[in-house]
């Protein structure tokens, strides 16, 4: 069942034992991979939180209505990126 968490703290988890990638505090991490979120909690790395993480769509408008140019085939972590530190 897909779960969301917040990052507490930057971390990297290595998903499968293969492919490591970098979260930074106060990401929104949508997953299913039940050894991230139990890890990931156990160890105060992250949070389960109700709050979803926006969509691709979701962003692109956000940075559509801030006046900010992004490339058509940016990924969601490079969207994300793009936005304001708030």
Known sequence: ????????????WAHQ???????????LIETD?????NV????????????KAPTVEEIKAELIKLK???PKS???EQLLALLPKE
Not at 1 to 12: N, P, W
Not at 17 to 27: K, R, S
Not at 33 to 37: A, F, G, Q, S
């Open 1 to 12: 069942m897909k779960q969301t968490l917040k990052a507490l703290i930057a971390f990297s």
């Open 17 to 27: 034992g293969v492919t490591i990638v970098e979260y930074a505090e106060g990401e």
């Open 33 to 37: 991979d039940e050894d991230l979120i």
């Open 40 to 51: 990931s909690t156990e160890e105060g790395w992250a949070e389960k939180t109700e709050v």
């Open 68 to 70: 900010i140019g992004f």
């Open 74 to 76: 940016a990924t969601k």
